[in-house]
């Protein structure tokens, strides 16, 4: 898109929308999509600066997907262990490790909202309630 000094910027568009306010966009480092940046912004070189720190963070290896912590942990661990290649009897132990221990906990829960602080809380629970093999097998189960 170009300027009226006819010189593209260099990372990501901006664009005065109907309300008056300046939308930010950019490509998603993942996926190349063009997307939006997470507000809008009240003037044209507040639109400017976001796309700074949106570029920033890329560059760092800082950026977030915003639309990661939407996903539940129930919807993520179910998608996990279906894209596994796992032995049967791995597949078993790691479906009944979640669906008893780890989905009561954390099911509903976006991935987004899951601190360290409450991993710990639930193990200390878990070491409570079943002892410290079931604790060892849950944390056996290494996402990726």
């Known amino acids: 898109m170009a300027n009226n000094q006819g010189k593209r910027r ?20 993942h996926t190349g999509q063009l997307r939006s940046a ?21 560059t760092r290896g ?12 129930g919807q993520y661990a179910t998608a996990w262990l279906k894209d596994r290649k796992l032995a049967v009897r ?14 009561p906990t ?13 991993v710990r809380a639930w193990r200390t629970a878990c070491l409570i309630r079943t002892g410290e093999p079931t604790v060892v097998k849950a944390y056996q189960i290494e996402p990726a």
């Open 62 to 73: 800082q950026w977030n997907d915003p639309d990661a912590g939407k996903v539940h942990f």
């Open 106 to 118: 954390f099911r509903e829960r976006p991935l987004s909202s899951i601190t360290t602080a409450q």
């Open 90 to 103: 791995s597949r078993e132990r790691h479906e009944s490790v979640i669906r008893l221990h780890l989905l």
């Open 38 to 58: 997470e507000e809008t912004y009240a003037t044209k070189t507040d639109a400017e600066v976001a796309l700074t720190h949106i570029e920033a963070d890329i």
């Open 10 to 29: 260099r990372f990501g568009p901006v664009r005065k929308l109907n309300s008056g306010r300046w939308q930010a966009r950019y490509r998603d480092p």
